[in-house]
Structures are given as C-alpha cells and as structure tokens.
C-alpha cells in the first residue's frame, strides 16, 4: 500500500492512502498543537484495534455476543532503552463464556496482523528518488538470472523472466504496482493481492503452488484486464475519452441504429443474432456503449476474428461488457499460452455451471491417483488437520473436458465451498482447483460459505452462477454429495505443447457446435486475447441487454451530476423518471451511472431511494417524502449518522403534516433527542433553505471527484500506449 505524505501547518502531517486521510500532530509539550494523535499514538493504537478486530471475527462466526467483551492495551517502557516495550493486551470476558471459546478468543488475539509484522520485525528501505509519481515500480522481486530459472506446466518462460517482463509492461506504462497482501495458510498454497497504487480500484488476485507462481498469476490478471479494458467497465471515461478519434481501441467502429431503433447492419452475425436477439426485440440504444455515453456517434463496436472461418465479426462493446464480465481473457508469454489459459477458464465457468444447475453428482479421485501429487495432498492434509473435510472430484464429465473440483465442508457452520480448476493437465487443473479454494481466504473467510440446499431452484437461478463466478460463494445441492455419481472417474489429459492444447480445446469446442470469436491484443508487450463463445461463456443471461442493461446511467448521469443545477421542473422530471424505472430503490448511485464516489461521503453511501428523498424535499413535496423516508428506515443500510439525520427527519415530516401539531413545540426535545446539528440540517431541508444535505455539488467534469479522476487517469495511461501505437505503424509521408 502506498501512503503519501503531505507537510502541513506547524508539526501537523496528513497521509492520504485509498479513500482514506489521517491527520497526525505533536503534544503541545513538544512544540505542536495537539490537535491529532501522533504518529506513534496510532501505531499503538493499530495493534489494540487489530487484537479487538480478529475476536470480532472469531465471536461473529459463532454468534457470540461482543457487547459484554472489554479489551485494552498498555504499552510498558524500558526505562533502561525506550525501545524496548512490552504491549500488553487484556481482555475481559463473561464468566458464563465456555472455556473452549474463551481459549479461541486468545488464539485468534495471537494472529493480529500488526503483532505479527512488529515481532518478524519490517525491513526499512529508506531512499531518495527523483520523483514519486514516476518510481513506476514497487513490485520487482525476482530479478531474472542465468542461475536461476524456475519452469511450471504451461509456462513457456521462467517464472523469474515472466515476472521481469510483465512488471516491466506495467513500467512501461508509468503504473506503480504494490503488493497489498499475501496468503499462504497451507503448504504449497499463495495467493496475494496486488494492485495500482494511483487507482487502488484497479487490482487483481494471484494463486499457485509457489510465491513466484502467485505473481505471475497476478500480474497476467492485471495485463488482461488492462488489455481488455476490464477495470473500466460500466465506468464514465469523462468528456476528454468521450470525444478522442476513438474511445476504446483504434480499430473500433461506430454503427449509427437503423430506422425504428433497429439493429445497424454490420455488428454481429446470423449467428450470434438468433442467440442475442432471438425474438427481434434488442434495439439499437440497448447497446449504445456506457463509457463515452455517445449516444451520437452510435454503437461502438470492437472486431473479434470468428474462429470456423477466419472473418472479421463486430461485437457492440456494451454487450461484451454486460454479459461476459472477465470470463474469456487472458495474457500469457505467448498467444498460444494466453488462449490456453482463456479457454480452460471457459470451460472451468461452463462446465462448473452445468454441474450446479443440473445438480450432477462427480466422481471421486481415487487416493491412489492422488497420491501421484504430494504436494496437492499436502495442502489437502493440512487444511483437513483444522477441521475442514475435503472432497476431491473429478469433474471433467466422463473425461469430455479438462476440468477439476475440490470442495470444502465447514462443520462450524455447515458450510460448503465449491472450487473448480481447468487446465489440458490433470495436475494443473486440480493444483488450480485447490489455490482457487484458498485465494484471498484466511480461515475465518471460510465461515462465510453457504449451506447446501435441495431446493433445485435456488441452485439453477441465474444470480447463483454468478455468485459462483465472482466469488465461488454460490449455493450447490446437497445431491452433488450422492455416493451414486452420475459419471465415472477418469483419469484424463488433454496436455502437450501449449500449440497443441489449444488446438484441443478449441476441437472441444467444435465438436460441441460452438462458434468462438477471438480479439488479440499485442499492444502493451505481451499477446493477450479475449474469446466469446455466444450462448456457452456468458456470465449474465442474454435477457440483461434489455432488462438490466448498464447503460442506463445514460438516462441519469447528466442530471445527477447536475443535481444541484437543475430548475424544480428538471428535479420534478427526474424523480419522475427514476420512479417510473422501476429501479431497484436500493440500488447505489455508484452502480447507477458508472462514477466512482469516495464511499466514505455521503455521495458514496448513495442509492437511488435517498436520492428521491433529497428531490422531493428541494420541492417540498413533503408527503413523498415521508412515503421514501418510512422505505429507508424499514431497510437502513447507511451510515449512523445518515440513519439518525432520516429519523429526525420522520418525525419532523410527522408534525409537518399534521395540522393540529406545531414544529416549534417540540424543537428543543427533538434537538435533544437528535442533536443540534442533526436537527438543523432536518429542518432546513424540511422548509428548503437546505438543498440536497450532504451532497457535494458535482459536475460532468467530475471535478471534486478524486476516486474517479484516479480511474479515469489509469485509462488514459492505456488509451495514450494505444494513441501512440497506431502512429509507430503510420508509414511517414515523403516530403517533396
């Protein structure tokens, strides 16, 4: 994580990291103004706090009360050498608490993260550079040698070469990558986080057998996703982006709708058509593109090669993005590795999919079979010695396709967690399985997992499969645990040179009926591709481009930007429109029009119901709003302060209307009850000289909104690489 630093007045320092400021001052004894906490007041009290969080956790997974719970911490100095302390931390438990409880609340204090670093002792690298902004790089950690080189199945290079390249990649770029986290809680198990340290929303998780291998599956992530725009999805680009020769990729093109809204000739196939719009009822503006918001310019549309023929096929960008999310990319040291791995996830997604939704039973992997991979059963081993039994399934349906499962079950809740892997090799395919498993998850994360259910509707309703895609916490059926398997196990391989498992899985594909559709992108200094297979690797049903489509926003954005610029008669027409959407009340204005706001303001915290409260008091329309205001109390998922500022505001609403009660009687009880500021905001808001509490004003230039302009700044960091590759391949004009 990077933390920069700002010099302030006097001793007052400010560090800004994420969305986050902390404020640091001197005691007024040693010449500051005590104003804030000094620096090591919040290292103390980081290790105090980090102690309280993890027996948080260990009590919300047991559904253990914590208000009957005190912890404190002293800090006891050496006089002989000030460096020298003892923290100690105490806690206070209820006497009635079983002891069993009571020694895992101390077990789970002795995994404080902060203890930990302070007790491994944090190496500190202190230097000078020329500039901050442009020490593009906090990641390189293996440096390639001639000594040392490191090669894992489907790698054509050495995981130390790989690492160099891509980090220089994103060098290259003038992105600085951190590392904000490492996870390795069994044997031959990592995963870590990393991400942009300018746009921390631009991050990517990494998995494998090794520390190393964990990188390269980071960094690849982060080249993929860079390479197909994935970070920025559903997200405004701003007015710059929005009117450049071009918004995505050179080679994209724009197709203006046809008469009636229809569908422009050019985008798509026959093909593709009967699967997208069978009954003739997608419209042109479903697939206006979200990013630009150009509605002027028509359908931006990027070019995939269709793989049965070889000819050119354009796909509006807005359905890629509404339907695919990241299934179908990757980057790899050559292309035939990147499709490798594009296509084994593709197959890994589908075929996880069919076996939840049509609650198949799999086939055990024989422990003879497992025991061809000691170290798979090393990390199998020692997450069974905490408690977790571990099923091991083969899930390649009889052999038709390279994939494999290993499910968790979680006695403590009755959870269960199924991960899948695929890869041509067997081995790969179930070490994939397993580092899925664990990705990002300490064992505290395990207690969130769902329980099985024999309720075949709950596991084949869409937002299932995608709960599975995002995170692997979907629901599975208690019939995928039947002894009575509906396959037989089979020790499969698809695996050769990286050439040869791609043409197998593209056969595999074939043979199934499938068209794929591929887009290569070789930009940025590694091939990266992205493949479609309509109607086989979608995330979202197709029914989304009509019913649940992102661009959307382009109906509200201006307005809310605008908000606090519109006339009554816009603000009348706007909650008019968001009423008439059917919007879910519930849904954040974040998600609604694609602009990233600090969640720690109340613009962040946002959703569409609180924003039809706030109009309908700048109109004084008082009846609608207390009608909004009972919906948000029923369903508070605000801030404290925001909730309290609602309640005030019901009861300020209730005396409002009435006609037998005055205001003024109960000021002084209801400022008691709610605060003077609380109730000064309420009431101004109630009689309209308080317009829109809360709310920064905004702008279509997103001027004020920090979060967002760090995006936009990565992408253009892209869009720029882009610019500058379509001039290198300009043939220079002879001058005569």
Known sequence: MEIKVNFLENLRLEAKFDDFTVVTDQPIRYKGDGSAPSPFDYFLASSALCAAYFVRVYCKARDIPTHNIRLSQNNIVDPENRYNQIFKIQVELPEDLPEKHKEGILRSIDRCTVKKVVQTGPDFQIETVDNLDEDAQALMMVEPDSHTQTFIEGKDLPLEQTIANMSGILADLGMKIEIASWRNIVPHVWSLHIRDAASPMCFTNGKGATKESALCSALGEFI?????????????????????????????????????????????????????????????????????GRTDRGICALPFVRQSDGETVYFPSNLVENLFLSNGMSAGNTLNEAEVQCLSEIFERAVKKQIIE????????????????????????????????????????????????????????????ASFGAHPSFEVALERSLTELLQGRSFEGLNDVPAPTFN??????????????????????????????????????????????????????????????????????APACRILVPGYSEVYPVEDLIMDNTNMALDYREDILNLHRLSDEQLADLVERLEASQLDNYMTIITLIGVEFDENTVWGQLTILELKILICLALRWHEEALEFVDMFLQFNDNTVERGLFYRAMNAVLEVTLDEDMELDDYLANFTRMYGEDTMNAVVGSVNGTVRFHGLEPTNMQLEGLEKHQRLVESYKKLHAARARTVKAERPVESVK
């Not at 725009?229 to 559903?234: A, G, S």
């Not at 061809?372 to 349906?397: H, N």
């Not at 594909?509 to 940025?524: S, T």
């Open 456 to 525: 075949s509707l709950a596991v084949s309703e869409p937002n299932n499969f995608v709960e599975h895609f995002i995170d692997s916490t979907g629901v599975v059926s208690w019939r995928f645990f039947s002894n009575k398997h509906d396959y037989d196990f089979c020790e499969w391989d698809f695996s050769g040179t990286n050439a040869e498992e791609a043409e197998r899985l593209f056969g595999i594909l074939g043979d199934l009926g499938r068209e794929v559709y591929v887009a290569v992108y070789e930009e940025l200094g």
């Open 358 to 417: 049509q609650e198949i039973a799999l086939p055990d992997v024989p422990k003879a079979v497992l025991a061809k991979y000691p170290s798979i059963v090393e990390g199998i081993e020692a997450l069974e010695q905490q408690g977790f039994p571990i099923l091991v399934k083969d899930a390649s349906l009889g052999g038709q396709f390279p994939v494999m499962c290993v499910t968790l079950m979680n006695p403590r809740n009755g959870g269960v967690f």
């Open 224 to 292: 993929e996703r860079l390479n197909c725009n994935f970070f920025y999805n559903d997200q405004y680009f701003g007015e710059e982006i929005a009117y450049s020769d071009f918004v995505h990729y050179p080679n994209e093109k724009w197709f203006q709708p046809g008469p009636d809204d229809a569908l422009p000739e050019g985008i798509l196939d026959d093909h593709c058509r009967a699967i997208y719009d069978p009954e003739g009822d997608l419209r042109g503006s479903n697939l206006f593109d979200t990013n630009s």
